[in-house]
């Protein structure tokens, strides 16, 4: 089993930035990658972003290039998603996804509230 546990969301004007963070702890010996996805009320959960977890290439959304940006902490096994230049339609819970093996975990999602 794999836990995750975000943190970092909250309210914050249009413009503004968080970093929502992911620690992972359990059987995370076998990570492939993780990544972040969001679900906006009557929305469907969408992808945000993802890191390979030994090679650390990213790849993000159209929707936050050049805003977002995601890291990990390889030793301490915990994922970082930094969010600049905030905009209304980015609010939404956030949910960090690990994929470990054949297996995909998620988090409890954290609320991002982006005011206009």
């Known amino acids: 089993q794999v836990q995750l546990v975000e943190s970092g969301g909250g309210l914050v004007q249009a413009g503004g930035s968080l970093r929502l963070s992911c620690a992972a702890s359990?059987?995370?010996?076998?990570?492939?990658?993780m990544g972040w996805f969001r679900q906006a009320p009557g929305k469907e959960r969408e992808f945000v972003a993802t890191?390979?977890?030994?090679?650390?290439?990213?790849s993000y959304a159209d929707s936050v290039i050049g805003r977002f940006t995601m890291s990990r902490d390889y030793a301490n096994k915990t994922v970082y998603l930094q969010m600049n230049s905030l905009k209304p339609e980015d609010t939404a819970v956030y949910y960090c996804n690990a994929r470990v093996a054949f297996t995909s975990y998620w988090g409890q999602g954290t609320q991002v509230t982006v005011s206009s």
């Open positions: 359990g059987r995370t010996s076998s990570t492939v990658a």
């Open positions: 890191i390979i977890w030994d090679g650390g290439s990213t």
